[in-house]
């Protein structure tokens, strides 16, 4: 390739990352540049053409993570790096061999470093520089040098099996690391119906231990929080969401989870009652108060009867509090005993779903701006139900990359609770194979997997570590639904598996597409309140 066509592809790529990182997929954006970096050190260039180039690709870099480390070297490093010709790569690759035979783990990184740059044994010195990070106790920096490896296109299967081992062991590392004795559990306050029971499910191999996911909320009782009042937050300008300050009191607990504490709050003067959202750690600060309220008042404006509306943000104890309109069941709760739907339920269920995207997706707000909103979160936790009709909303609409966006590294894919990961997107998981298509077909393959687990009463994807669902959900399909029940009509079989295709370009092209598929699979006559199977399902799940 021409001088110039290198320059050219080089910051064409790195548009791409920037376009990857506005978007939340910080993941990928750092991916894509080292890849470039790694391809660089292959080319035949000019070592002063290939010095420029990989000082821009790693200036982007730094841009992008917020510092300069792991792969993005300090000023230093890169100096060092790059700055002389004399040193022959495979004298660093020795060098830092008989530097990690020393243990000076440090200077081995640095030498492995110079080498893997202009190409020389480019994925072992990777490989090499993570073990020395891990020596070092530096998790996530040893996972950026894996990962590098692990992304490569001419990777073997064996040596894939082998980096996720590692990638692994680091992210346990991790969690042991954030992870705290869990506590006494109070007697007082039980996990009740409103959200899915996720406290204490087991975290991978972190034993006794959970990720530390719940705030002081539950350091003492949370009980405490019963009678205390809560007021209205003001916005950085003084306004308010709903013209003036409302004061709240909290009246019960609802639900104690992973990601967050709901509690039941009247509004004084009106005794309207409402269900407040606390999120929890690392999640409540994985972005600023601002930001959430921005969320919140973009909800607010949405006029859709399927996604849970936003009244009004508060304050608990200077943490945001979303006030919220409550319904007493979530899909989480209904599922949870392994209960499969009656085949008209889940349809009659998924299609109102597929309504909640599609007014997600593309919709006009009250203030008449067109928006265009991806859910990337969608669990069973977050479909919340009446107790008394077969009537659904989606909660948490949008707040994901809202999230994501605020602090990318908090809320990266093997930092989540192993719970999450049974509803996540191969592209998640790897970014590349998104392939610049939009989060459309992310939310399509998650709907993908709550659907399944509705006809089924089994999850599409089950598994004890990181690495298990990540080739899962990368790597494998699971058995069709008509495998668990033959009487799910071929056409709802097919409509599920194409929603769980790996690769996005063979999804469904949009949740309008698949409503109208769906929606021929039963008469507008059906009505599962009447004939009395919504009633006994919750009967047969416990939750009347």
């Known amino acids: 390739m021409a001088s110039g066509g290198v320059s050219k592809t080089v910051m064409s790529r790195l548009e791409e990352a920037r376009l990857y990182h506005e978007q939340g997929l910080g993941e990928g954006a750092v991916e894509i540049i080292t890849g470039i970096l790694n391809e660089l050190g292959q080319m035949d260039l000019p070592e002063t053409e290939r010095r ?10 730094a841009k992008i993570t917020g510092s300069c480390g792991a792969i993005a070297s300090s000023d230093a490093e890169t100096q060092d790096l790059h700055g002389t010709t004399t040193v022959d790569p495979s004298e660093s690759y020795q060098y830092a061999l008989a530097l990690m035979d020393g243990q000076f783990w440090q200077d081995a990184i640095r030498e492995f470093k110079k080498a893997a740059v202009v190409g020389n044994q480019m994925l072992e010195c990777w490989e090499l520089a993570g073990d020395c990070a891990g020596k070092l106790e530096r998790w996530e920096e ?12 001419s990777v073997s299967e064996d040596l894939k099996r082998q980096i996720l081992g590692k990638i692994t062991k680091c992210t346990q590392a991790l969690r042991k690391r954030e992870a705290k004795p869990l506590a006494p ?21 972190a034993g006794q231990y959970f990720i530390s996911s719940v705030t002081a909320f539950d350091q003492s009782p949370v009980g405490r929080l019963i009678g205390e009042q809560i007021a209205s937050r003001p916005s950085e ?9 409302l004061f709240y009191r909290v009246s019960n607990v609802l639900h104690v989870g992973i990601s967050s504490v709901v509690v039941e709050l009247e509004e004084e003067g009106s005794a309207r009652r409402y269900a407040g959202q606390l999120l929890n750690s690392p999640f409540g600060e994985a972005a600023p ?18 996604l849970v509306t936003v009244h009004d943000v508060a304050l608990v104890e200077g943490q945001v509090c979303f006030v919220r309109e409550h319904l007493p069941l979530a899909l989480g709760d209904m599922m949870g005993g392994g209960e499969a739907m009656p085949v008209p339920l889940a349809n009659y269920l998924a299609y109102q779903m597929l309504i909640a995207l599609g007014d997600l997706h593309l919709h006009m707000g009250q203030d008449e701006r067109i928006r265009r909103i991806f859910h990337l979160d969608l669990r069973p936790s977050r479909v919340l139900l009446s107790n008394e009709r077969p009537r659904l909303k989606i909660n948490n609409g949008g707040l994901w990359r809202t999230l994501e966006e605020s602090n990318p590294k908090a809320l990266a894919i093997h930092r989540l609770p192993l719970p ?16 610049r298509k939009p989060p459309v077909f992310t939310d399509i393959y998650l709907f993908g997997t709550i659907f399944y687990e509705m006809l089924t009463g089994v999850p599409a994807f089950k598994a004890s570590s990181f690495e298990e669902y990540e080739i899962q959900h990368c790597e494998q399909y699971p058995n069709p639904p008509k495998v668990w029940r033959r009487d799910i009509p071929e056409e709802v ?8 295709e790996i690769d996005p370009f063979k999804r469904w092209r949009s949740t309008t597409e698949l409503a109208l598929i769906l929606e021929k699979t039963f008469t507008s006559s059906y009505n599962p309140a009447k004939d009395g199977s919504y009633a006994q399902f919750l009967k047969n799940c416990n939750q009347v």
């Open 52 to 61: 420029d180039l990989s000082t821009l690709v790693e200036k982007e870099l």
């Open 142 to 153: 040893a996972i950026s040098y894996y990962e590098v490896v692990y992304t490569q296109p």
């Open 185 to 205: 559990s109070n007697p007082d306050v039980s996990n009740r119906v409103g959200e899915s029971k996720e406290v204490g499910e087991p975290q991978g191999d």
């Open 237 to 245: 300008n003084g306004e308010y969401f709903r013209g003036e300050q």
């Open 289 to 306: 108060a601002e930001a959430l309220a921005r969320w919140a008042y973009t909800q607010s404006l949405i006029d859709s009867r399927y």
């Open 420 to 435: 999450f990961l049974a509803y996540r997107a191969p592209e998640q998981f790897r970014p590349y194979l998104a392939r």
């Open 493 to 500: 079989n097919d409509l599920v598996m194409k929603c769980l």
